[in-house]
């Protein structure tokens, strides 16, 4: 079996509550709305490549229970191969999410079930289907040391790897050191490397001290403000693009990196793929949800085409 992108991730149930505050302990609030869909990040890039039109296999665990039914649906929905295992002894993982009403930004509680237990013994039994891949992908949702064991037989095939560093963590540099594109946003890029990430510059500072620790490049995503790209010779600030009014920003990093996986497997120039990845993303912040937010490929290249 071959997939042109190949992701390891973590799929979860999202419950999402959108209210104009978060309560404080002890507290009890009236909420505006509630949804539940498909979510986790591993899962949200795999949905978000699929339907941007690329060729995904998505390794991960579920459990045996509804929420692994909505896991299975909603890949065969998008277009996603599941190069998956399920288990009986623990869940689906599910995550809260508190969405602001008035500005569609989130906060966030996982919890990952059985896909916690992901261990090196999966990333081997799927090492073939790893080192044919074009594009690698892999988060920090899962535990550490199947993401890098991946990363080392993606490296070793050949595949383009790329490492979304979220949720944030301390990694070392050996791992940095496996990665071709690293994709944190501002908060992941200031744990890795200390420095504050509110502006452009700042974002330029920060991409050097990240490529001093292994990458081959560096891309701090930084919401309304674009991107930051830096491969050690040259760095570029490639702009947001305006879709529609904001609803929620839920999945939007997950769209970037999904977007971006697609472009470069579709052997576009990294510039090119940023720029492809952003307009996935601006589609994406315009309806709610995470992997149902995620854009056609006919509703990117649409966005793209407008300049």
Same mark, same amino acid.
């Given at each position: 079996?071959?997939?042109?992108?190949?992701?390891?991730?973590?799929?979860?149930?999202?419950?999402a509550?959108?209210?104009?505050?978060?309560?404080?302990?002890g507290?009890?609030?009236?909420?505006?709305?509630?949804?539940?869909?498909p979510?986790?990040?591993?899962?949200?890039?795999?949905?978000?490549?699929?339907?941007?039109?690329?060729?995904?296999?998505?390794?991960?665990?579920?459990?045996?229970?509804?929420?692994?039914?909505?896991?299975?649906?909603?890949?065969a +929905?998008?277009? =996603? @191969?599941? %190069?998956?295992?399920?288990? #009986?002894?623990?869940? /689906?993982? *599910?995550?809260?999410?508190?969405? $602001?009403?008035?500005?569609?930004?989130?906060?966030?509680?996982?919890?990952?079930?059985?896909?916690?237990?992901?261990?090196?013994?999966?990333?081997?039994?799927?090492?073939?289907?790893?080192?044919?891949?074009?594009?690698?992908?892999?988060?920090?949702?899962?535990?550490?040391?199947?993401?890098?064991?991946?990363?080392?037989?993606?490296?070793? +095939?050949?595949? =383009? @790897?790329? %490492?979304?560093?979220?949720? #944030?963590a301390?990694? /070392?540099? *050996?791992?940095?050191?496996?990665? $071709?594109?690293?994709?944190?946003?501002?908060?992941?890029?200031?744990?890795l490397?200390?420095?504050?990430?509110?502006?452009?510059?700042?974002?330029?500072?920060?991409?050097?001290?990240?490529?001093?620790?292994?990458?081959?490049?560096?891309?701090?995503?930084?919401?309304?403000?674009?991107?930051?790209?830096?491969?050690?010779?040259?760095?570029?600030h490639?702009?947001?693009?305006?879709?529609?009014?904001?609803?929620?920003?839920?999945?939007?990093?997950?769209?970037?990196?999904?977007?971006?996986?697609?472009?470069?497997?579709?052997?576009?120039?990294?510039?090119?793929?940023?720029?492809?990845?952003?307009a996935?993303?601006?589609?994406?912040?315009?309806?709610?949800?995470?992997?149902?937010?995620?854009?056609?490929?006919?509703?990117?290249?649409?966005?793209?085409?407008r300049?």
């Open positions: 079996m071959h997939h042109d992108i190949v992701i390891l991730g973590v799929f979860v149930a999202d419950t509550y959108r209210a104009d505050r978060q309560p404080r302990i507290e009890t609030i009236m909420g505006q709305a509630f949804a539940l869909g979510g986790g990040k591993g899962s949200n890039q795999a949905v978000a490549a699929a339907m941007a039109g690329g060729d995904v296999g998505l390794i991960t665990r579920l459990g045996q229970d509804t929420f692994a039914d909505m896991a299975l649906r909603t890949w +929905g998008a277009g =996603v @191969t599941p %190069l998956v295992t399920q288990h #009986a002894d623990s869940y /689906t993982g *599910a995550a809260f999410i508190f969405v $602001d009403a008035a500005t569609g930004n989130n906060a966030i509680i996982i919890a990952p079930g059985v896909a916690a237990t992901i261990c090196v013994a999966d990333v081997d039994a799927r090492a073939d289907v790893i080192a044919a891949a074009k594009v690698f992908v892999t988060q920090l949702e899962q535990p550490l040391d199947a993401a890098e064991h991946a990363m080392r037989i993606a490296r070793a +095939g050949g595949a =383009v @790897t790329i %490492l979304n560093p979220a949720p #944030a301390d990694l /070392t540099d *050996a791992m940095l050191a496996l990665c $071709d594109y690293v994709t944190p946003n501002e908060t992941e890029a200031e744990a490397t200390g420095l504050p990430v509110t502006t452009v510059a700042e974002a330029t500072l920060a991409a050097i001290a990240l490529l001093a620790r292994g990458p081959k490049a560096a891309i701090i995503t930084l919401g309304d403000n674009g991107c930051l790209y830096h491969d050690g010779q040259v760095a570029v490639v702009p947001a693009i305006f879709a529609g009014p904001v609803v929620e920003t839920t999945g939007a990093g997950d769209a970037f990196n999904g977007g971006f996986a697609t472009g470069l497997a579709d052997e576009m120039d990294p510039l090119t793929a940023i720029r492809f990845a952003t996935t993303a601006a589609i994406s912040v315009t309806r709610p949800g995470a992997a149902p937010s995620m854009p056609s490929r006919t509703e990117i290249d649409a966005l793209l085409a300049g």
